[in-house]
């Protein structure tokens, strides 16, 4: 059981389950063991923690007496959009509060004028669009949890999706936030309009994971849909081949709405699953998506399917219609739930890395494999270079879930290696505390908790989460070091 | 540019910085300085000179990314961009040869194509800078997806130097269009904002857009038969010199910028009705002294406007005014509204950002009062 990373000292006080019952509604405070069950963990299912108290809030005013109660009491709180998160950001705190937004459900406007929704957080990433659609608008940061994830959970979590390559992260589709502070106090970030005075806090706010202000409201850009979307699919007899072919493309001026890729277990996997047609001898898929203009797409379309050809691609597919097209897509957007029929448990990474480096950090990855015996299958978002190696083990094996995550640590220190990062987009949490010690050195850890400081300075929101304490970092550091300088010298270093 | 020359140009500021910790002196941190007339006027009279501090650290074309010191002067970079057939998304504002990296990073201007793209902020992957204690840090990367620790990077654009001096930054570059066509039509301001609207709501290759003095301009880019049909859809004849046309523009060299009368910048939802003004610009043709641009997200007005009754009317549309030139006494108090030439905070937001700086230049070294007088 992977170690719960707080380290505050607990201060356990829960008198303050009395005194949120006494101002919210009864049936928005559960505090019985099998109420907060569903509650200990987020989709990092490896690490689970009871709250003290769950409240689900319906109201603005509710929200602001919880965090004023609790920061009169000096209690932790820790905000819940859905719980897809898969970095344990939202895991609960045993003796804090898990605030849930997800009573926070509704659509409060749609601007089809402005392209603009203004939306509570609570409310299904999916949602969004599907409301919009009757204006022939849509959002467009699309999370394959987008059928469950939470649009304030997003905003949390800076998060993206196929469609981010050529329409960005969340960050680039918000305008503007409400957000309530550890105090209680309301405030706004961003506008409805496309810049707003000051510093830029709404950049600021997202990708913060919970831990600067609970957000209550969010004004997202909706996009016009696009007249046309053309699928495409080229299978490589190599990974190799397949890294350069996304390198090539990315550099020759077209910026594909979509450019995924899949390697030879995660092309068999969601085969055998889906059905999708995949040519399951081959090393590596990449699947790309052109949208536009119609006459824009007609063009790119003819000089993607040479360059791929040219890139060495055994076979370019362009999709007839729309049901091929999504075809295409299908096998990808069931690769995690397809891996996951492969093994009992599978653990997903989330590291960056420059895409030349792509075929020699999915080397790499090989070899770590074998080195660990545990199997691995490479389903991510190749136009961006954000990796998602999913590696695949048996929790009731003794030993197994510790060697997978040490497995996941040398894979992000292998991404920062080659000027990466570690999480390109599931965010710290409390999963990648200790490579945050490698990507960042103490004076940099320094000034981020002094950012933290500046909009909590008691530590209640979220704390232990997404920034490690140098007195963590000096552990980790020390245990690295006691291994030795080289870590498994007995590997190939490409 | 080699190692040594690199590491001593960054040791000399952080000794600046370090120095004037010790005095307790503030400074005014100063890249080419072509965007002096822009914010309200730092409280300082030393001034800290990034110029110096230039060099590309790393570029590497099919990575859609550029790694530059702070002090490299922007045309430069655009002209290797250029030679590569690259170009920052955001069509920065130069406003003098001079300008460098640092400076487009922190007065975060963004020019003509900036709706139908990015903004500088948008396309910051990564910074270095030298906060308050002297010390050099990193945040962000160089690569398109980075979720570790907080967006501090993203933070320094617009920030005018208030928190940090900044020393490198790594942006997002974009692939330059293939060809590219400007569209212009005699039209009524309410006329064009309503055309802007329209294209807006459909998936046309529209990359900028502007309305001045009766005739509403349109750039569309992409291949020879996707500007021929988005013509065909968008109507208007072509501008022969267009570049020219989207440089003055973005350089403030138009009629409509000459003179000594202020200048407002108004950012607006693009749909705001030009109704909204009303109550301010009297007159009987309201696009008199009016620059409409970004599909109707930014609008330039000239003259001598109240300031509060500007705000207000710009904050209740959901947006914000600024007093972008001061006119001809820009060095004289009166010129400049209370509070600054910037839209004045909420009092939660004013005390987060007063944290804020506090959090990285606890001595109140760096542009104080720049961005705002209080802090
Ligand atoms: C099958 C699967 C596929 C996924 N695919 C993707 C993908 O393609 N791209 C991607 O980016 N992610 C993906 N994810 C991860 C996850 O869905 C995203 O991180 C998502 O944004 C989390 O949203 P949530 O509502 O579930 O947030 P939660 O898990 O509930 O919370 C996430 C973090 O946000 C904070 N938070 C939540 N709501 C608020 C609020 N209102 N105010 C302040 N803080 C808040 C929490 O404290 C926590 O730190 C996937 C997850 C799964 C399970
Ligand atoms: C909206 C859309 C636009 C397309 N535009 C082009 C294009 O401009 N050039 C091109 O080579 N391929 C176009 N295609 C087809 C696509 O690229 C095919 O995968 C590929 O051309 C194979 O052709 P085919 O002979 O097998 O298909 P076909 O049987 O010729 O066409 C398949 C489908 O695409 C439609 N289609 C074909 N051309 C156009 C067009 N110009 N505009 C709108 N619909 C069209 C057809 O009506 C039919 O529904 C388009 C497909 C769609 C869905």
Redesign the interface.
């Known amino acids: 059981m992977p170690r719960i990373p707080d380290e505050r000292p607990l201060s356990p006080q829960p008198g303050i389950i009395d005194e949120l019952r006494r101002r919210l509604p009864t049936a928005s405070v559960l505090s019985t063991p099998a109420e907060l069950a569903p509650y200990e963990c987020d989709g990092l299912t490896a690490f689970r923690q009871r709250p003290m108290v769950v409240v689900l809030p319906e109201t603005v005013e509710q929200v602001q007496t919880v965090l004023r109660l609790c920061h009169a009491a000096r209690v932790p709180v820790v905000a819940r959009g859905a719980g897809t998160g898969l970095s344990g950001g939202a895991l609960p705190l045993e003796d804090g509060v898990l605030l849930s937004l997800a009573r926070f459900n509704r659509i409060l406007h749609i601007?089809?004028?402005?392209?603009?929704a203004r939306v509570q957080p609570g409310v299904r990433n999916l949602a969004i669009t599907e409301a919009a659609a009757a204006h022939?608008?849509y959002y467009a940061p699309d999370p394959s949890s987008q059928i469950a994830c939470s649009i304030g959970g997003n905003v949390a979590?800076?998060s993206?999706g196929v469609h981010?390559?050529k329409y960005?992260?969340t960050?680039?589709n918000i305008l503007r936030l409400t957000l309530i502070?550890i105090d209680g106090?309301?405030?706004?970030?961003g506008?409805?309009?496309?810049?707003?005075?000051?510093?830029?806090?709404l950049?600021?706010m997202?990708?913060?994971e919970g831990?600067?202000a609970v957000i209550v409201e969010i004004t997202v850009k909706l996009l016009?849909?696009?007249?046309r979307a053309q699928g495409l699919l080229a299978a490589f007899d190599s990974v190799e081949r397949a890294g350069a072919a996304v390198?090539?493309l990315?550099?020759?001026?077209?910026?594909p709405a979509g450019l995924e890729m899949m390697d030879n277990p995660a092309i068999r996997a969601a085969e055998a699953f889906v059905h999708a047609g995949y040519p399951e001898d081959a090393a590596a898929v990449l699947i790309c998506e052109l949208?536009?203009?119609?006459?824009?797409v007609?063009?790119?379309v003819m000089r993607v399917r040479e360059l791929l050809l040219d890139a060495g691609a055994t076979e370019v597919r362009t999709a007839r219609d729309d049901a091929e097209r999504l075809n295409f897509w299908k096998g990808r957007k069931a690769a995690f739930p397809a891996v996951g029929r492969l093994s009992p448990d599978y653990y997903c990474m989330d590291g960056?890395?420059?895409?030349?480096e792509l075929a020699t950090v999915l080397k790499r990855i090989e070899a770590l494999s074998e080195h660990y015996g545990l199997r691995v299958a490479n389903v991510f978002?190749a136009g961006?270079?954000?990796l998602h190696p999913l590696i695949l083990y048996d929790a009731n094996v003794p030993g197994e879930l510790d060697k997978a995550e040490d497995f996941g640590g040398d894979i992000l220190e292998l991404c920062v290696q080659v000027?990466?990062?570690?999480?390109?987009?599931?965010?710290?949490g409390v999963e990648?505390l200790n490579q945050?010690c490698v990507?960042?050195d103490s004076?940099?850890?320094t000034?981020?908790h002094?950012?933290?400081?500046?909009?909590d300075p008691h530590g209640l929101l979220n704390p232990g989460k997404?920034?490690p304490t140098l007195h963590r970092c000096a552990e980790f550091g020390a245990m690295h070091v006691h291994h030795g300088e080289l870590k498994f010298p007995e590997l190939p270093r490409f | 540019m080699t190692d040594i020359s690199e590491h001593d140009a960054e040791q000399a500021l952080i000794e600046q910085v370090l120095a004037a910790a010790d005095a307790g002196t503030p400074l005014c941190i100063r890249g080419g300085g072509s965007k002096d007339f822009y914010g309200n006027p730092a409280r300082a009279s030393r001034t800290l000179d990034c110029a110096t501090h230039r060099g590309v650290v790393a570029y590497e074309p099919s990575e859609l990314a550029i790694t530059v010191r702070a002090g490299t002067p922007l045309a430069d970079v655009e002209a290797l961009l250029q030679a590569n057939g690259q170009q920052f998304p955001f069509e920065p504002p130069h406003f003098g040869p001079a300008a460098t990296i640092g400076g487009m990073v922190a007065a975060g201007l963004s020019g003509p194509r900036r709706p139908y793209a990015a903004s500088v902020r948008d396309a910051v992957l990564g910074v270095r800078l030298l906060n308050g204690r002297g010390q050099a840090l990193g945040f962000g990367g160089r690569v398109m997806k980075n979720v570790a620790g907080y967006d501090l990077s993203r933070l320094m654009a617009g920030s005018l130097g208030v928190l940090g001096v900044l020393l490198e930054v790594s942006l997002k570059v974009s692939p330059a269009p293939v060809g590219r066509m400007t569209l212009v039509q005699e039209q009524s301001l309410s006329g064009a904002l309503a055309l802007m609207r329209r294209w807006a709501r459909r998936s046309l290759p529209v990359t900028a857009t502007a309305w001045s003095g009766g005739r509403l301009s349109v750039r569309i880019c992409g291949s020879e038969d996707a500007l021929a049909e988005s013509h065909r859809l968008i109507g208007g004849l072509p501008l022969p010199d267009a570049d020219r046309f989207w440089q003055d523009l973005r350089e403030q060299r138009l009629d409509f910028f000459a003179g000594e009368a202020p200048l407002w910048r108004l950012s607006l939802p693009p749909a705001t009705p030009l109704e909204c003004l009303d109550a301010v610009c009297a007159g009987d043709d309201p696009g008199a002294d009016q620059l409409v641009e970004w599909g109707g997200a930014q609008r330039w007005l000239r003259g001598d406007l109240p300031a509060d009754g500007l705000r207000a009317a710009a904050t209740a549309a959901g947006g914000h005014a600024t007093l972008f030139r001061a006119g001809a006494d820009q060095a004289a108090p009166a010129a400049i509204p209370v509070g600054g030439v910037f839209t004045p905070l909420q009092p939660v937001v004013l005390r987060l950002h007063r944290n804020l700086k506090q959090a990285f230049d606890p001595a109140g070294l760096f542009n104080p009062g720049r961005l705002y007088p209080e802090f």
């Open positions: 601007d089809p004028d402005n392209g603009t022939g608008l979590e800076n993206g981010c390559l960005g992260l960050v680039h502070g106090e309301l405030f706004e970030v506008a409805e309009a496309l810049d707003s005075p000051g510093l830029d806090l950049a600021l997202t990708g913060s831990m600067l016009p849909r696009p007249e390198a090539r990315i550099a020759s001026g077209i910026t949208d536009g203009f119609n006459a824009e007609s063009f790119e960056t890395i420059p895409r030349r978002h961006d270079g954000n000027g990466g990062t570690v999480t390109g987009e599931h965010g710290v990648k945050m990507q960042f004076d940099e850890l000034q981020m002094a950012v933290k400081a500046a909009f997404a920034v």
